[in-house]
C-alpha cells in the first residue's frame, strides 16, 4: 500500500520564474517521493504576493512555504507571517552561507529567510558603441568615466550615451550606499543634508547636466540599447538573461561603478520563507533544497544569482562560458540590505523619493540642493 503523500503548498510572485520552479520541484520530488509540490498561481510582482500574503495570514490559509522580495520582509514580519529560522541555519556553512548572506534576511538577531535569487546593480554596455567612440581602455570604474565615455557616445549620429535605469528607488539607494550614506537616521527620519546623499542628488542632476542622458521612461531606454542605440544602461543585473536574448551586438557587464570603503549595494531579487510550520520538516527540507545546491539552477534560468558558495562552485562550466554573468556574483562582499521606509507610508514615501530623483534626471530641475531638501521635507511627513 502506498504512503500518504504530504503535500506542500508553495506560492510565488512573477509567472516567468515558472521555468525554474517546476525544475526545482521534479528535482526535489524524484528525491523525496513522500512529498509533493503544489504551486499557488504566481502573482505578477512582490507587491501583489505581499498583499496575498497580508490577507491569507487574516483568514488563517497561509501556504507552507512562500517567496517574496527582501524589500517586503519587515512588513511581513510586522504581522507574524514569516517563522523564525534561526535555529535551522546554525550550521550554515556547511549549508553553503557565508557570513553576510543572511545580513538581509535578519531582523532583530532573528533569520526570516534564505535568498533564493539575488540581484545587485552592474553596468551593461554596447561594445560597438564603445569602440566607436574610441574607448581604448578599460571600461569605468568611476563615475566620472561613465559620464566622459556617455559624453563620446553622444557624439555618435543617433545615439545617446547612457541611461540609469531606475525602477523603485533601489539604484538611487545605491548610490548613496555605496557612499556609507544611511535611508533613515536614528531618530527614524531622512536626512539628505548628509553628504552621501548630498553627493547622490548631485550624481543623479549630473546625468542630465553632463551626460545629456535622454528624458525618456526606462521602457524606451531598454528598446534603444535592445536596438542599439544606447551605448551604457545602468540597472539590475537581473536582466541579463533577458537582455542576451534581445540584442544583435556585443555586450559587456562591469561592476557598479564608484565604490567607497565600506560602501555597500542593496541586494534585489528574492527570498524564501516558511509561513505555516504544520508541515514543518517536509517545508523545511524543500526550503533546504531550493536554497542549496539545486539554487544552482537559478543563473541558469534567470539573470539572478545564487549566494550559496556550494551551488555557484557547480556553475564553474556555465561561468566560463558565460563571463558576463560573473560579474554580479563578484560584487557579493558588498551585498548589504534593502533598505525600507518604516510605517504605513513606505509606499508613498519610495514614490516621493522616486518622483524628486526624477526631476532631476529628466532636467525638470538642475538645483539639486532645494531637490534634496524638498524630498526630505516631504518624505518627513509621511514617516511616523
Known sequence: MALAKTELVVSYAYPWFKDLHEKLKEDFEKQNQDIKIKF???????EDQSARLLREKIINKLPDVSFNSYSYLATLVN??????????????????????????????????????????????????????????????????????LAQKINLLEGKNGVYFGETDTWLILALSLQRGGKLINEKGKVDFSQEAWQETFKLLSD???????????RSEAISAF??????????????????????????????????????????????????????????????????????????????????????????????DKNYNHTI????????????????????????????YAQKLLMGISINYRDIAQEAQEEINLLLP
Open 79 to 148: 504581522k507574524n507571517i514569516p517563522k523564525d529560522l534561526t535555529q535551522n541555519l546554525i550550521n550554515k556553512k556547511e549549508l553553503g552561507f557565508n557570513d553576510n548572506a543572511f545580513k538581509a534576511t535578519t531582523l532583530e538577531n532573528k533569520i526570516y529567510a534564505i535568498p533564493f535569487a539575488s540581484s545587485l546593480p552592474v553596468v551593461y554596455y554596447n561594445m560597438d558603441l564603445v569602440k566607436q567612440a574610441k574607448w581604448n581602455k578599460e571600461l569605468p570604474k568611476t563615475w566620472e568615466e561613465i559620464f566622459d
Open 226 to 319: 535592445y536596438a542599439g542605440n544606447l551605448g551604457i544602461l545602468i540597472q539590475t543585473s537581473a536582466a541579463l538573461s533577458q537582455t542576451e536574448k534581445s540584442i544583435n551586438f556585443p555586450l559587456k557587464i562591469s561592476q557598479f561603478p564608484g565604490m567607497k570603503p565600506g560602501g555597500e549595494l542593496p541586494v534585489g531579487g528574492s527570498v524564501v520563507m516558511l509561513t505555516n510550520d504544520k508541515n514543518k520538516e517536509a517545508a523545511l527540507k524543500y526550503i533546504h533544497f531550493v536554497t542549496g545546491e539545486a539554487n544552482a539552477y537559478v543563473p541558469q534560468y534567470t539573470g539572478y544569482m545564487t549566494s550559496n558558495f556550494l551551488a555557484n562552485a557547480k556553475l564553474q562550466d556555465f561561468y
Open 40 to 46: 499557488l498561481t504566481p502573482t505578477q510582482n512582490y
Open 328 to 355: 554580479a556574483p563578484s560584487q557579493i562582499n558588498l551585498m548589504g540590505d534593502w533598505p525600507s521606509f518604516p510605517g504605513d507610508n513606505a509606499l508613498k514615501a519610495t514614490n516621493t523619493l522616486w518622483n
Open 207 to 217: 546625468f542630465h547636466t553632463l551626460a545629456k542622458m535622454p528624458a525618456i521612461k
